[in-house]
């Protein structure tokens, strides 16, 4: 499974890395057009400002075909072309000269074409000339002259002078020697700016123009986005391409944010691609963690079953052995060996029960069917009362158990499990502690109800393990030594009859400084 996870990053890794780059192609082509559009604006711009405005309204900017259409707009219609030539017709044996203005239209939204011969004996008049179509050879019924007067050839003669003009401006001073004159840089970071938001490249750059030889130009005024130590030609254009002799200039571009742009322009990517690594993530942590889950539950009922096992094997070899004993016709003489073999079998069918008494109360406690049989106890009494019953066990092993507080306190408990709950902890005191067993018990009322501390000089509890021994069946680690036998059954059992008389546990405990277990109610 971790295989199949890194190989799915990896993936996901080299794939995102292929996007970045085409990402990145993309940007470059989109640039590489919008410095030769740049490029082309530019010269586009300079030609209108050497045009005089007479000349521009005058149709030096248009072509043939808008002055056609201006001319024979009755006639001709979007592309056409126009020819005049000379002719002789014979009517009746006798010449006529003509003149015969040929046009053809294209309509361009179907494709269909027709032709339009028209013949006159002068351009400036419009006369009948009562000659069949047949004789022309027209394929369109509309024959008759136009009236042409003089304006096509003022038109020509407008557009020479104004273009002679034009020429005289370019060659009359250094126009082309100096860059600095030719070259608006306010123009040109204004036609770049409107370019690349054309192409949706929204971000900042910074340009500049180099010589021949590769240096800097150094204009006098420059814009915001010039910048005079830019020298990387990563995205460059020639400037004035269409120039008769080049000057050798270009424009040099760059983008400082260029990285985060890619990144920008890849967001549905990324997220969609993180969206999708964070579950597979997610998935691979709870398998894991459900794995390790199964594996300590399997290792804590396996612990479970061999303690169990252990526990009820003791007891039962104890009886097995008192009965054999007593069957023994030397024994049963001896009435006082008798009966100390009764007891004895006495004591671990009480033991037997108690162990099967617990297992059965975490099994009703599970299912939510511990029912409580609430009384008002005098809890003073009953932890008076359970001290002393321990206090023989305390001093056999050396040690001492003492109340420190005793406070007079009447609450409403179910006695058998409250009891149960002191006989436990006081039990563990006990039985957790490699020398002289010491325990302290305090009984303190507060103002909203009372607390029950018990604190002992044992082995202590770990930090990390302090959260998980209310949990059932847990038992603090300790290797493969087993001092002290338990089913981890003890202080789950505490916890949940604690929790059901709406009261809160606690504990605090350092390793080999003992532990104290406080006991919280309140008033509802």
Same mark, same amino acid.
């Given at each position: 499974?971790?295989?199949?996870?890194?190989?799915?990053?990896?993936?996901?890794?080299?794939?995102?890395?292929?996007?970045?780059?085409?990402?990145?192609?993309?940007?470059?082509?989109?640039?590489?057009?919008?410095?030769?559009?740049?490029?082309?604006?530019?010269?586009?711009?300079?030609?209108?400002?050497?045009?005089?405005?007479?000349?521009?309204?005058?149709?030096?900017?248009?072509?043939?075909?808008?002055?056609?259409?201006?001319?024979?707009?009755?006639?001709?219609?979007?592309?056409? !072309?126009?020819?005049?030539?000379?002719?002789?017709?014979?009517?009746?044996?006798?010449?006529?000269?003509?003149?015969?203005?040929?046009?053809?239209?294209?309509?361009?939204?179907?494709?269909?074409?027709?032709?339009?011969?028209?013949?006159?004996?002068?351009?400036?008049?419009?006369?009948?000339?009562?000659?069949?179509?047949?004789?022309?050879?027209?394929?369109?019924?509309?024959?008759?002259?136009?009236?042409?007067?003089?304006?096509?050839?003022?038109?020509?003669?407008?557009?020479?002078?104004?273009?002679?003009?034009?020429?005289?401006?370019?060659?009359?001073?250094?126009?082309?020697?100096?860059?600095?004159?030719?070259?608006?840089?306010?123009?040109?970071?204004?036609?770049?700016?409107?370019?690349?938001?054309?192409?949706?490249?929204?971000?900042?750059?910074?340009?500049?123009?180099?010589? @021949?030889?590769?240096?800097?130009?150094?204009?006098?005024?420059?814009?915001?986005?010039?910048?005079?130590?830019?020298?990387?030609?990563?995205?460059?254009?020639?400037?004035?391409?269409?120039?008769?002799?080049?000057?050798?200039?270009?424009?040099?571009?760059?983008?400082?944010? =260029?990285?985060?742009?890619?990144?920008?322009?890849?967001?549905?990517?990324?997220?969609?691609?993180?969206?999708?690594?964070?579950?597979?993530?997610?998935?691979?942590?709870?398998?894991?963690?459900?794995?390790?889950?199964?594996?300590?539950?399997?290792?804590?009922?396996?612990?479970?079953?061999?303690?169990?096992?252990?526990?009820?094997?003791?007891?039962?070899?104890?009886?097995?052995?008192?009965?054999?004993?007593?069957?023994?016709?030397?024994?049963? !003489?001896?009435?006082?060996?008798?009966?100390?073999?009764?007891?004895?079998?006495?004591?671990?069918?009480?033991?037997?029960?108690?162990?099967?008494?617990?297992?059965? =109360?975490? !099994?009703?406690?599970?299912?939510? @069917?511990?029912?409580?049989?609430?009384?008002?106890?005098?809890?003073?009494?009953?932890?008076?009362?359970?001290?002393?019953?321990?206090?023989?066990?305390?001093?056999?092993?050396?040690?001492?158990?003492?109340?420190?507080?005793?406070?007079?306190?009447?609450?409403?408990?179910?006695?058998?499990?409250?009891?149960?709950?002191?006989?436990?902890?006081?039990?563990?005191?006990?039985?957790?502690?490699?020398?002289?067993?010491?325990?302290?018990?305090?009984?303190?009322?507060?103002?909203?109800?009372?607390?029950?501390?018990?604190?002992?000089?044992?082995?202590?509890?770990?930090?990390?393990?302090?959260?998980?021994?209310?949990?059932?069946?847990?038992?603090?680690?300790?290797?493969?030594?087993?001092?002290?036998?338990?089913?981890?059954?003890?202080?789950?059992?505490?916890?949940?009859?604690?929790?059901?008389?709406?009261?809160?546990?606690?504990?605090?405990?350092?390793?080999?400084?003992?532990?104290?277990?406080?006991?919280?109610?309140?008033?509802?």
């Amino acid at each position: 499974m971790s295989v199949a996870v890194v190989g799915l990053l990896l993936l996901q890794f080299f794939w995102l890395t292929d996007v970045h780059e085409q990402a990145n192609n993309k940007l470059e082509e989109d640039v590489q057009t919008c410095l030769n559009k740049t490029a082309i604006d530019l010269e586009h711009a300079e030609t209108m400002q050497l045009m005089s405005p007479d000349a521009y309204q005058q149709g030096l900017q248009g072509s043939y075909t808008d002055f056609v259409r201006s001319e024979f707009g009755e006639v001709m219609s979007a592309k056409e !072309a126009i020819v005049v030539r000379d002719t002789v017709i014979y009517k009746g044996g006798d010449p006529m000269h003509f003149l015969v203005v040929s046009g053809t239209s294209i309509d361009t939204a179907t494709g269909l074409s027709t032709e339009h011969k028209v013949i006159t004996k002068n351009l400036g008049e419009i006369t009948p000339t009562n000659i069949e179509n047949s004789v022309l050879g027209l394929s369109d019924s509309n024959a008759f002259a136009i009236q042409l007067n003089k304006s096509f050839e003022r038109q020509i003669m407008n557009k020479a002078n104004h273009i002679n003009e034009l020429m005289m401006k370019i060659f009359a001073g250094n126009f082309f020697d100096d860059i600095t004159l030719r070259l608006n840089p306010y123009l040109l970071d204004s036609l770049m700016s409107r370019n690349l938001t054309a192409l949706k490249i929204d971000t900042s750059f910074t340009y500049n123009v180099l010589d @021949k030889t590769g240096q800097p130009v150094e204009f006098k005024n420059f814009s915001s986005h010039f910048d005079s130590s830019l020298t990387d030609k990563k995205y460059v254009v020639d400037l004035y391409p269409n120039d008769v002799v080049s000057g050798g200039q270009q424009i040099v571009v760059a983008f400082p944010e =260029q990285n985060l742009m890619v990144w920008k322009t890849m967001t549905g990517t990324l997220v969609g691609s993180i969206i999708l690594v964070l579950i597979v993530l997610l998935a691979f942590y709870f398998a894991v963690s459900t794995i390790f889950k199964q594996k300590k539950l399997s290792e804590i009922k396996n612990d479970f079953i061999s303690n169990m096992t252990h526990e009820l094997k003791t007891p039962i070899s104890t009886i097995s052995l008192a009965c054999e004993a007593a069957r023994d016709p030397d024994v049963g !003489a001896d009435e006082e060996a008798v009966q100390s073999f009764i007891g004895m079998i006495d004591q671990e069918n009480k033991r037997l029960g108690k162990l099967v008494e617990n297992v059965l =109360q975490t !099994a009703l406690i599970d299912k939510g @069917k511990l029912k409580l049989n609430l009384e008002e106890i005098a809890l003073n009494k009953m932890v008076d009362d359970t001290v002393n019953t321990f206090q023989i066990r305390f001093k056999d092993n050396g040690g001492d158990i003492k109340i420190r507080t005793l406070d007079k306190i009447n609450w409403h408990v179910d006695k058998i499990h409250f009891g149960n709950i002191l006989f436990n902890l006081l039990d563990n005191a006990l039985k957790y502690c490699k020398g002289a067993p010491q325990a302290i018990v305090d009984l303190r009322k507060t103002k909203k109800g009372f607390e029950l501390a018990i604190e002992d000089n044992g082995i202590g509890i770990e930090k990390e393990n302090q959260k998980r021994i209310f949990e059932k069946l847990y038992r603090v680690p300790t290797g493969n030594v087993h001092n002290v036998k338990g089913f981890g059954l003890g202080l789950n059992y505490v916890s949940a009859v604690i929790e059901l008389h709406n009261g809160q546990i606690d504990v605090e405990s350092q390793l080999g400084e003992g532990a104290t277990f406080k006991i919280t109610m309140n008033h509802e």
